[in-house]
């Protein structure tokens, strides 16, 4: 029987994600996108650099993870792509296509559904000369390094996240929902520890936005807890920070990872990603 070699990889940072190395996405064979695939599941995120994938390439690649996940917000959706969401400062005739400044500060992607997407890629399609950096910091380091009593206090709590206090209460793009919007979105219970399904790995899993508290606690005493877990587990020492390059592909895995976007001139450059999601399941 035919054995693929091993994919070529060195790790983001020191046991922290992978860079595939001589990977032409858009050409590969099934076999080799199992192993790029394999290779996520076991490292937490993954880069290639140089691809050059359209939008049709994107949905194929993205369901090699499993089934894609439809965007919450259609406003900016590519046409004719609902799977892919343009994040970007671009407009066309005065008349912006994208989002812009989503997903500034720490935190995992549609935490407010009971079923949080499992990985989240962003495609390079053009970058600022500086800024504009995704920082991915690894929970399952965060967790590990914290006392054997505080891991076991923090196993036993669950956090509220909810839809409706993010879209209120947030830094850009803040607004008030629809009755229709308040209806889809009820609020959701997970729980602060996370187990990974595929690896059984534990991570610390708070997040910000969707944060309103943690089940049983006074919120006076609940938020500022969650503010000092995600400042412990978003150290230097568990991040990542990815400076883009038209052509890069970052998938990672929304299940044991944080992330942030970082701001640049959005006078002086033009940024553009393109952005699927995969649906998750519900954490333990
Ligand atoms: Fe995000």
Same mark, same amino acid.
């Given at each position: =029987?035919?054995?693929? !070699?091993?994919?070529?990889?060195?790790?983001?940072?020191?046991?922290?994600? !992978?860079?595939?190395?001589?990977?032409?996405?858009?050409? $590969?064979?099934?076999?080799?996108?199992?192993?790029?695939?394999?290779?996520?599941?076991?490292?937490?995120?993954?880069?290639?650099?140089?691809?050059?994938?359209?939008? !049709? $390439?994107?949905?194929?690649?993205?369901?090699?993870?499993?089934?894609?996940?439809?965007?919450?917000?259609?406003?900016?959706?590519? $046409?004719?792509?609902?799977?892919?969401?343009?994040?970007?400062?671009?407009? *066309?005739?005065?008349?912006?296509?994208?989002?812009?400044?989503?997903? *500034? @500060?720490?935190?995992?992607?549609?935490?407010?559904?009971?079923?949080?997407? =499992?990985?989240?890629?962003?495609?390079? *399609?053009?970058?600022?000369?500086?800024?504009?950096?995704?920082?991915?910091?690894?929970?399952?380091?965060?967790?590990?390094?914290?006392?054997?009593?505080?891991?076991?206090?923090?196993? !036993? =709590?669950?956090?509220?996240?909810?839809?409706?206090? &993010?879209?209120?209460?947030?830094?850009?793009?803040?607004?008030?929902?629809?009755?229709?919007?308040? $209806?889809?979105?009820?609020?959701?219970?997970?729980?602060?520890?996370?187990?990974?399904?595929?690896?059984?790995?534990?991570?610390?899993?708070?997040?910000?936005?969707?944060?309103?508290?943690?089940?049983?606690?006074?919120?006076?005493?609940?938020?500022?807890?969650?503010?000092?877990?995600?400042? &412990?587990?978003?150290?230097?020492?568990?991040?990542?920070?990815?400076?883009?390059? *038209?052509?890069?592909?970052?998938?990672?895995?929304?299940?044991?990872?944080?992330?942030?976007?970082?701001? &640049?001139?959005?006078?002086?450059?033009?940024?553009? =990603?393109?952005?699927?999601?995969?649906? @998750?399941?519900?954490? &333990?």
């Amino acid at each position: =029987m035919h054995t693929a !070699a091993p994919l070529a990889i060195r790790p983001l940072r020191s046991g922290f994600g !992978a860079q595939i190395l001589d990977v032409d996405l858009a050409s $590969a064979d099934s076999e080799t996108l199992q192993g790029v695939v394999q290779t996520f599941n076991l490292h937490g995120a993954i880069l290639l650099r140089g691809q050059n994938m359209d939008p !049709a $390439a994107l949905v194929s690649f993205a369901s090699q993870f499993g089934e894609p996940e439809e965007h919450t917000v259609k406003k900016h959706t590519m $046409a004719g792509f609902p799977e892919i969401y343009m994040l970007t400062n671009r407009k *066309v005739d005065g008349k912006p296509v994208g989002s812009h400044n989503d997903g *500034v @500060g720490w935190h995992t992607d549609f935490s407010y559904k009971e079923e949080p997407v =499992m990985c989240t890629m962003l495609y390079a *399609v053009s970058v600022p000369e500086e800024g504009g950096d995704t920082l991915l910091a690894d929970m399952c380091a965060a967790y590990a390094a914290l006392p054997p009593d505080e891991q076991e206090r923090l196993a !036993a =709590m669950t956090v509220h996240h909810s839809y409706q206090y &993010f879209a209120t209460t947030r830094k850009y793009n803040r607004r008030e929902l629809t009755e229709a919007e308040r $209806a889809a979105h009820p609020d959701v219970f997970h729980p602060l520890i996370r187990t990974h399904p595929a690896n059984g790995r534990k991570a610390l899993w708070p997040s910000t936005g969707t944060v309103r508290g943690i089940v049983g606690m006074d919120p006076a005493e609940a938020l500022p807890l969650i503010e000092r877990l995600v400042e &412990f587990g978003t150290q230097e020492q568990f991040v990542y920070r990815h400076r883009w390059q *038209v052509g890069d592909i970052l998938v990672w895995d929304n299940r044991c990872t944080l992330h942030t976007g970082t701001l &640049f001139d959005d006078t002086r450059y033009v940024r553009e =990603m393109h952005r699927l999601w995969v649906k @998750g399941d519900r954490p &333990f």
